[in-house]
């Protein structure tokens, strides 16, 4: 149910977007607040509210704000600003090429050099311009295609590296801009059940490795 409701919305917000010098309106009709089945649904999108890169595409904010969202999740959906992968990675990044050098989880996560947050920055801070609460997924994504990178979990040697880089990137906006407990909402580790497009290993070694970093 919730993912028949979710998707029409985010294919309406992506109309919007991309059709930025056009005006559109759209009635999706009137949120109820006391409707206990419907509006929780529509509470929660997973992209946004600022466009993507150098995109034409207008911030939506009012819109989000319009239709009752209160909720913005990091997942994909061609913005990799909150990804582990764009955030921790070793080397410099081309950002007029599509040839990153990351993932590298062996990267020295003490090393602050090793941390790009600028993009980032910018995106969580547009979430709490806008009092939205962040649904803060700490992970990657696969396939991305604006900027061609797939996300590869940890190695085995590689796992404590990746899980004291994540508490890092958790720790600076869980107290961002000098607030605390700024991911009072919600905090999730990875996305996906891992298979071969992220993980090397079977899935108890998997298993392992979330439960580690879940406890750290």
Known sequence: MKKKILTPLIALLYIISVRAQETITIDIGALNAADSVNKPHMLGVIAGPSPNYNSIAPDL??????????????NDYFDDRLDMERMFFC?????????????????????????HFTESDAQFQNWLDGNFLPFFRLGGENNHIIRNHDYKGPRSNEEL?????????????????????TLSGY???????PQYNFWDRDSVAFNNFWCNALIH
């Open 61 to 74: 904010t009012t819109k989000y704000q319009d239709i009752g969202v209160t909720t913005i999740r990091n």
């Open 91 to 115: 080397g410099t990044y081309p950002i007029n090429q599509f040839t990153p050098q990351y993932p590298n989880w062996d990267c020295d996560s003490n090393n602050q050099a090793n941390y």
């Open 161 to 181: 590296n990746w899980i004291n880089a994540g508490i890092r990137v958790i720790n600076r906006y869980n107290n961002f801009g000098g607030n605390t407990n």
């Open 187 to 193: 905090l999730d580790l990875w996305t996906e059940y």
